[in-house]
């Protein structure tokens, strides 16, 4: 009977080794199929999620425009005003030398011939009336203005200017020392033979330039 049973034990010890040989092989499928499917997976959401392929489909980036340069004053309307007080003070026959000084541009510096200008017999009687201003930066300015004496119209050689110096809009160095050539007796400050620190109307200032060189507008 031992012997009788022995191919049929065979015979399903076979079977046995079959199933499992593809139970085992299935398995080995599966574990081969999701260690590629997770990396497949793991590279399309990095792809995905990844900053820099977002900003590269994405709009590009735009930088910032650089800060416009100042060509005005903050309030251009008040600093007219403050300009064209300036002036007025400047000719006001009635301003004394102190008066005077405060409205030029280093006017403490260059007292004297402020006052030998407006006490000479032909610069005592300049007037001035401002027309225009114009901002060539928020410091500087050109001042149109007409010039007469005794009611008749001069040359005033050119725009006069001025400058932001001390808080305060002041007339400009130069424009005073042009205005020497319409007294009698009222010399140039030593101070008008350096290069202005207001930019000379229609002109760039140069590094090179001469100080012995006359501002412009003197007509020296």
């Given at each position: 009977?031992?012997?009788?049973n022995?191919?049929a034990?065979?015979g399903?010890?076979?079977?046995a080794l079959?199933?499992?040989?593809?139970?085992?092989?299935g398995a080995c499928?599966?574990n081969d199929?999701?260690?590629?499917?997770?990396a497949?997976?793991?590279?399309?959401s990095s792809?995905?999620?990844?900053?820099?392929?977002?900003t590269?489909?994405?709009?590009p980036?735009?930088s910032?425009?650089?800060?416009?340069?100042a060509?005005a004053?903050?309030?251009p309307?008040q600093?007219e005003?403050?300009?064209?007080q300036?002036?007025?003070?400047?000719?006001?026959?009635?301003s004394s030398?102190?008066q005077r000084s405060?409205?030029?541009?280093?006017?403490?510096e260059?007292?004297l011939?402020?006052?030998?200008?407006?006490r000479d017999?032909?610069g005592?009687?300049?007037?001035a009336?401002?027309?225009s201003v114009s901002y060539?930066?928020d410091?500087?300015?050109d001042?149109?203005?007409?010039?007469?004496?005794e009611?008749?119209?001069l040359?005033?050689g050119g725009p006069?200017?001025?400058?932001l110096?001390d808080?305060?809009?002041?007339v400009?160095?130069?424009?005073v020392?042009a205005?020497?050539r319409?007294?009698e007796d009222?010399p140039?400050?030593?101070?008008?033979?350096?290069p202005p620190?207001?930019?000379v109307?229609?002109s760039?200032s140069?590094?090179?330039?001469?100080p012995?060189s006359?501002p412009?507008?003197t007509?020296r």
């Amino acid at each position: 009977m031992t012997c009788a049973n022995l191919p049929a034990r065979h015979g399903a010890w076979a079977v046995a080794l079959a199933v499992t040989a593809l139970v085992l092989t299935g398995a080995c499928d599966d574990n081969d199929g999701g260690g590629d499917g997770g990396a497949a997976r793991t590279a399309r959401s990095s792809a995905a999620g990844s900053p820099g392929a977002t900003t590269a489909g994405g709009s590009p980036s735009v930088s910032a425009s650089p800060a416009p340069t100042a060509t005005a004053p903050p309030d251009p309307r008040q600093a007219e005003q403050d300009i064209r007080q300036a002036w007025a003070v400047l000719f006001d026959p009635k301003s004394s030398l102190e008066q005077r000084s405060e409205v030029v541009e280093d006017g403490d510096e260059n007292a004297l011939m402020i006052d030998n200008l407006f006490r000479d017999p032909s610069g005592s009687k300049l007037r001035a009336e401002v027309t225009s201003v114009s901002y060539t930066s928020d410091v500087h300015a050109d001042v149109a203005y007409d010039l007469t004496r005794e009611g008749r119209r001069l040359d005033p050689g050119g725009p006069g200017a001025a400058v932001l110096q001390d808080g305060g809009w002041k007339v400009a160095l130069r424009t005073v020392c042009a205005l020497t050539r319409h007294a009698e007796d009222a010399p140039e400050a030593p101070s008008c033979a350096v290069p202005p620190s207001s930019p000379v109307p229609g002109s760039v200032s140069s590094p090179a330039s001469s100080p012995a060189s006359s501002p412009a507008g003197t007509g020296r």
